[in-house]
């Protein structure tokens, strides 16, 4: 644990030294602003992150393709679970999908979430600025509840795209609707009562997500027209 909490204080400190940079160029450009620069920050660690996020879309579309071929596998070999396992198998390497690539991008991005979360948290805002549009204070809750509901909004806009693409049939879809409800409900509730500029990363990364995966799902739907 101690170790993990010297990984977090590490990358921690290095998103608030990266905050600072962004705050001293919203200075140099007369408009001195942490709002702003928290906007500009969630803009570089998503422009960062954007490759992996695009493997993790990739291999989501990919598992979703053979989706109809693998029901069919399992009607095939039902009660026979070594057997079935050997030609999943045989179809992942033939259509050339890793049920796990998936799992990779995201568990690369956690510390850079958990990181931000405690940067955006602990920050020492200057008084003079610490407020940004209705906002009073960056580093206290949005007393009108603004932000929470851009939250809510914002996370089931991307739950309601991913299953859009993604859609399944059965217990897996009843699972993926309760889900599409119960996500951006629980995000909203721990908004309520996070600091403002957090939440402001929360909302402008689901937004960026939001673009990146309409324009990757609007490629594919082109390719395969053509």
């Not at 057997?83 to 690539?101: D, R």
């Not at 960056?138 to 932000?147: H, V």
């Not at 119960?182 to 721990?190: D, E, R, T, V, Y």
Request: proline share 6%.
């Amino acid at each position: 644990m101690s170790f993990f909490s010297g990984i977090m204080d590490i990358l921690s400190g290095f998103m608030q030294v990266f905050l600072n940079y962004c705050y001293q160029l919203t200075e140099m450009l007369g408009h001195p602003s942490y709002g702003i620069a928290i906007i500009l920050l969630t803009l570089v660690i998503k422009l960062i992150l954007s490759p992996l996020t695009a493997k993790q879309i990739n291999s989501m579309q990919g598992m979703q393709t053979i989706q109809p071929k693998i029901q069919e596998l399992q009607k095939k070999y039902k009660g026979n679970s070594k057997k079935l396992q050997e030609e999943m198998g045989k179809l992942y390497k033939e259509m050339g999908v890793n049920p796990l690539s998936g799992c990779l991008p995201i568990l690369i991005q956690m510390p850079f979430l958990v990181a931000i979360f405690y940067a955006l948290r602990e920050y020492p805002y200057e008084e003079a600025f610490k407020s940004f549009l209705w906002l009073p204070s960056l580093g206290s809750p949005d007393p009108t509840y603004i932000m929470p509901i851009l939250s809510v909004i914002s996370t089931y806009a991307i739950q309601k795209q991913t299953s859009a693409t993604t859609a399944t049939s059965g217990a897996g879809a009843t699972q993926q609707k309760m889900m599409q409800y119960a996500m951006p409900l629980f995000i909203g509730w721990i908004s309520l009562s996070f600091p403002s500029g957090l939440i402001i990363y929360w909302v402008i990364s689901n937004v960026f997500q939001l673009v990146q995966q309409w324009i990757m799902f609007r490629n594919v739907g082109k390719g395969e027209k053509a």
